[in-house]
């Protein structure tokens, strides 16, 4: 059990606070069995808000890449761009390298929701990859999307015509 909020041990929680600590870092300096949710509830029944300045430092902000010039419409539809976490750069300036448009250069780490999720190769190799290249509609590129996706054959060689003659004789 603690001893209570003193108040001595509230002007140290006040002091602490706006100097920026955490609350675990608090909680372990009043010692006496405070925790870190007990001086979280304090520091809100008290109303303080302002902080000196952040408990822990301010995380980088996300920096959207430079535009690429546009393709010439006679080229075939190319991969969405792969958004990477941002890192932070060295004082000489790196130019990213193209992303090719071949099938084959995506993996699961850098497979999209509108790329192409044919997979080529040997699964169980280390050159397994998948096509990568913009999906039109699903989840297969146009080309691999005529493969998969074979049009139904019907049987009998019946047409449209005679199929439909033959239903209504069933009303009539």
Known sequence: ?????TEDRVGALK???LEGQSASQIAKQLGGGVTR????GKVHRLGLSGRAAPSQPARATFRPSRPRPA???TQAP???RRI?????RPAAA????PMPDLPGTATVMTLGAHMCKWPIG???SNEFSFCGRRSSEGVYCVEHARVAYQPQVRKGGKDGASELARSLRRYI
Request: net charge negative.
């Open 71 to 73: 393709a010439p419409p």
């Open 84 to 88: 990477e976490a941002v890192q932070p």
């Open 1 to 5: 059990m603690t001893a209570g909020w």
């Open 122 to 124: 040997d699964p169980s």
């Open 37 to 40: 949710n007990a001086v979280i």
């Open 78 to 80: 190319s991969a969405p």
């Open 94 to 97: 790196q130019v990213p390298a």
């Open 15 to 17: 002091k602490l606070w």
